[in-house]
């Protein structure tokens, strides 16, 4: 893997860990990084466990590509 790849993969993988973290705390980064927030016209409390869904597969992927090789 060069370079790039795993610059790329390890700022899914920390993406990833922000929206998990944004799925259970409050605060003025995570509230800018939701998903949720993003993409649903109506975010609300009960759209935040959305985050740690998505959180987890950025994540997930980003770790995956990063040890395949």
């Known amino acids: 893997?060069?370079?790039?790849?795993?610059?790329v993969n390890v700022m899914?993988?920390?993406y990833g860990v922000v929206l998990i973290f944004?799925?259970?705390?409050r605060s003025a980064f995570t509230e800018a990084m939701r998903i949720d927030a993003l993409f649903m016209r109506e975010s609300s409390e009960r759209t935040r466990p959305l985050n740690l869904l998505a959180g987890l597969l950025f994540a997930g992927y980003s770790l995956?590509?990063?040890l395949s090789r």
């Open 12 to 14: 899914g993988i920390l």
């Open 64 to 66: 995956h590509a990063l």
């Open 22 to 25: 944004a799925a259970f705390a």
């Open 1 to 7: 893997m060069n370079h790039p790849d795993v610059l």
